[in-house]
């Protein structure tokens, strides 16, 4: 079993810049990908970004520019920096991890609110 806690949450004006993190504990596993997802009320979970073990990122278009997803393997730990936030980023964001021998996220985190003011 693996744990997942995500961290950096909270309340910001739209403009401004927030970095989540998020780190895996538990049994000795090895990643092939991390992401990070986010939940706004009402709305259906949507994919944000992942971040594979050689480094290549990818993004949904809502984000691209204005966050990055980076790693660092030896942590165990992804981070999402977040700039330029804009109301409509107000959501429960969670990460998750994919390791090898699974075939898509096997684990998940709690999640942590990010709340965007007008």
């Known amino acids: 079993q693996v744990q997942l806690v995500e961290s950096g949450g909270g309340l910001v004006q739209a403009g401004g810049s927030l970095r989540l993190s998020c780190t895996a504990s538990g049994r000795t596993f090895t990643t092939t990908r991390m992401g990070w997802f986010r939940q706004a009320p009402g709305k259906e979970r949507e994919f944000v970004a992942h971040?594979?073990?050689?480094?290549?990122?990818f993004y949904a278009d809502s984000v691209k520019g204005r966050f990055t997803i980076s790693g660092d393997n030896a942590k165990n730990t992804v981070y999402l920096q977040m700039n330029s936030l804009k109301p409509e980023d107000t959501a429960v964001y969670y990460c998750?991890?994919?390791?090898?021998?699974?075939?898509?996220?096997?684990?998940w985190g709690q999640g942590t609110q990010v709340t965007v003011s007008s």
């Open positions: 998750a991890l994919q390791t090898r021998g699974e075939v898509d996220y096997g684990s």
């Open positions: 971040i594979w073990w050689g480094g290549n990122t």
